[in-house]
């Protein structure tokens, strides 16, 4: 099966900001929440199983889009409407997020183990790992960050500006492959997913299993299978190269009971606008609390690099970039808010927050991967709960060291803190194993917090 992309049109064009929504429910129902707002945020996704609930969707959003426009006075009876008839309808057209369960972590590489030998001990229900796409370090030291409050917040925890992204690539597919697979790029356990362009189908070759010609466990499988809820909200459309190695079936086998299948991704959504992300990832999380599931999320923040790219990556106030870290900081705040005040959420959310490269050589790129500002990135983990800012590598000295400022890694030391950290450290707080065949952070001996006196 071939993951398509089709956006929907109104009569003036195409939509400003389509958002890709793929939920899996027992063959997968697709439904984007601001449908009854309008045609502003949805776009299609093509699955021959489903022609049928996309056809009733656009059908439905189209006539009483169209019909609004004829009765402009009373448009808001039309609109009352078509909510009447998604109620009514519900069988056919519902917001159903997956309710799933499993107990172990099996793999074609290895088996873990199963669920009841890993207790959850701590509080952490919900792991929110972000990737802000071309953030540079320097925007979260002062006194730059003094004007990003949320970015700030952040750093209240345990946090390093000196971490490092993959040592022989600083660009954005190959380097996300390492956050969540807890892999590197090159050698004998390498994942070896060099492009960073839109993949081609699954079946031409556009999955990690096949470019690698075995099976790339990530921390998807282990979470999916442990019966936690997942979901990717992607603002690049490569990103998809997950949802065709780890959605529908071409995830590992779920050799424990109840087997939970072979789809490791229960939503993936593609969107590049961060107030839509932001929405689907509280939305997803709230489902998954009320449904007393646990869950991770994996929220791609793209602005910076398209941003940089177009602009620079320009750290002088004013600049595009600058404005850009703004917006994010914007959307990190209301995120941070939501969780907060609610009841069922506060205290038992953890960010992992990093990047996949920063930027600046050349100056509207990053490609370099020997250019310190292009392979340096942050890396923090944030739980807001009796936290203190800690520096990770202060508290990480027998398993880590800080590189100089110019080195990618100091030779015959221990290896620095890099973005593929990130698959084990989500799984360290959600008290999971670590990812089958991984090689960074594999003993998840990477401490995120001080550690409690005895």
Same mark, same amino acid.
């Given at each position: 099966?071939?993951?398509?992309?089709?956006?929907?049109?109104?009569?003036?064009?195409?939509?400003?900001?389509?958002?890709?929504?793929?939920?899996?429910?027992?063959?997968?129902?697709?439904?984007?929440?601001?449908?009854?707002?309008?045609?502003?945020?949805?776009?299609?996704?093509?699955?021959?199983?489903?022609?049928?609930?996309?056809?009733?969707?656009?059908?439905?959003?189209?006539?009483?889009?169209?019909?609004?426009?004829?009765?402009?006075?009373?448009?808001?009876?039309?609109?009352?409407?078509?909510?009447?008839?998604?109620?009514?309808?519900?069988?056919?057209?519902?917001?159903?997020?997956?309710?799933?369960?499993?107990?172990s972590n099996t793999t074609t590489e290895s088996t873990a183990p199963?669920?009841?030998?890993?207790?959850?001990?701590?509080?952490?229900?919900?792991?929110?790992?972000?990737?802000?796409?071309?953030?540079?370090?320097?925007?979260?030291?002062?006194?730059?960050?003094?004007q990003y409050p949320a970015m700030q917040q952040l750093t209240q925890?345990?946090?390093?500006?000196?971490?490092?992204?993959?040592?022989?690539?600083?660009?954005?597919?190959?380097?996300?492959?390492?956050?969540?697979?807890?892999?590197l790029l090159v050698g004998e356990h390498g994942h070896g997913w060099?492009?960073?362009?839109?993949?081609?189908?699954?079946?031409?070759?556009?999955?990690?299993?096949?470019?690698?010609?075995?099976?790339?466990?990530?921390?998807?499988?282990?979470?999916?299978?442990?019966?936690?809820?997942?979901?990717?909200?992607?603002?690049?459309?490569?990103?998809?190269?997950?949802?065709?190695?780890?959605?529908?079936?071409?995830?590992?086998?779920?050799?424990?009971?109840?087997?939970?299948?072979?789809?490791?991704?229960?939503?993936?959504?593609?969107?590049?606008?961060?107030?839509?992300?932001?929405?689907?990832?509280?939305?997803?999380?709230?489902?998954?609390?009320?449904?007393?599931?646990?869950?991770?999320?994996?929220?791609?923040?793209?602005?910076?690099?398209?941003?940089?790219?177009?602009?620079?990556?320009? /750290?002088?106030?004013?600049?595009?970039?600058?404005? $850009?870290?703004?917006?994010?900081? &914007? +959307? =990190?705040?209301?995120? *941070?808010?939501?969780?907060?005040?609610?009841?069922?959420?506060?205290?038992?959310?953890?960010?992992?927050?990093?990047?996949?490269?920063?930027?600046?050589?050349?100056?509207?790129?990053?490609?370099?991967?020997?250019?310190?500002?292009?392979?340096?990135?942050?890396?923090?983990?944030?739980?807001?709960?009796?936290?203190?800012?800690?520096?990770?590598?202060?508290?990480?000295?027998?398993?880590?060291?800080?590189?100089?400022?110019?080195?990618?890694?100091?030779?015959?030391?221990?290896?620095?803190?890099?973005?593929?950290?990130?698959?084990?450290?989500?799984?360290? /707080?959600?008290?999971?194993?670590?990812?089958?065949? $991984?090689?960074?952070?594999?003993? &998840? +001996? =990477?401490?995120?917090? *001080?550690?409690?006196?005895?």
């Amino acid at each position: 099966m071939a993951w398509k992309r089709r956006s929907v049109r109104s009569r003036s064009g195409p939509l400003r900001h389509p958002v890709f929504v793929a939920c899996n429910d027992d063959g997968f129902l697709f439904f984007q929440a601001s449908l009854l707002m309008g045609l502003e945020h949805i776009s299609q996704y093509d699955l021959d199983n489903s022609d049928l609930h996309l056809c009733f969707i656009y059908f439905a959003v189209r006539t009483t889009h169209s019909m609004s426009q004829q009765f402009k006075n009373n448009s808001k009876y039309v609109w009352l409407l078509l909510a009447s008839l998604v109620m009514a309808g519900s069988g056919i057209f519902t917001v159903n997020w997956p309710v799933q369960s499993s107990a172990s972590n099996t793999t074609t590489e290895s088996t873990a183990p199963t669920k009841s030998a890993l207790p959850n001990t701590n509080t952490i229900d919900h792991v929110i790992l972000i990737s802000v796409d071309g953030l540079r370090p320097e925007a979260l030291l002062p006194p730059i960050v003094d004007q990003y409050p949320a970015m700030q917040q952040l750093t209240q925890g345990a946090w390093t500006a000196q971490a490092r992204c993959d040592p022989d690539s600083s660009i954005t597919l190959p380097n996300h492959v390492d956050m969540l697979t807890g892999r590197l790029l090159v050698g004998e356990h390498g994942h070896g997913w060099v492009s960073n362009s839109d993949p081609p189908s699954r079946k031409m070759g556009g999955s990690l299993h096949l470019k690698a010609d075995r099976y790339i466990s990530s921390v998807f499988d282990v979470a999916h299978d442990a019966g936690m809820q997942t979901a990717m909200i992607a603002g690049k459309w490569k990103f998809v190269l997950f949802g065709q190695s780890y959605g529908e079936d071409a995830g590992g086998p779920d050799g424990v009971a109840p087997n939970d299948g072979q789809n490791k991704i229960d939503c993936f959504i593609h969107s590049s606008d961060l107030m839509t992300q932001v929405e689907q990832l509280v939305a997803f999380i709230n489902v998954a609390s009320q449904n007393q599931k646990r869950s991770f999320t994996f929220l791609h923040l793209a602005l910076p690099d398209f941003t940089g790219h177009g602009a620079g990556w320009d /750290l002088n106030e004013g600049s595009s970039y600058r404005k $850009s870290l703004q917006r994010i900081d &914007q +959307e =990190l705040a209301s995120l *941070l808010s939501k969780i907060q005040q609610s009841q069922s959420l506060a205290g038992r959310v953890a960010i992992v927050l990093t990047s996949d490269h920063g930027g600046g050589v050349p100056f509207t790129s990053h490609t370099d991967p020997e250019a310190p500002i292009n392979f340096t990135i942050p890396f923090m983990v944030w739980s807001g709960v009796n936290q203190k800012p800690v520096d990770l590598y202060l508290i990480n000295k027998v398993s880590r060291h800080c590189p100089g400022a110019n080195e990618r890694f100091t030779p015959n030391q221990l290896p620095p803190i890099r973005n593929a950290d990130a698959a084990n450290v989500c799984l360290t /707080l959600l008290g999971l194993p670590p990812v089958p065949g $991984s090689t960074v952070n594999a003993r &998840q +001996e =990477l401490l995120v917090a *001080l550690p409690q006196p005895k």
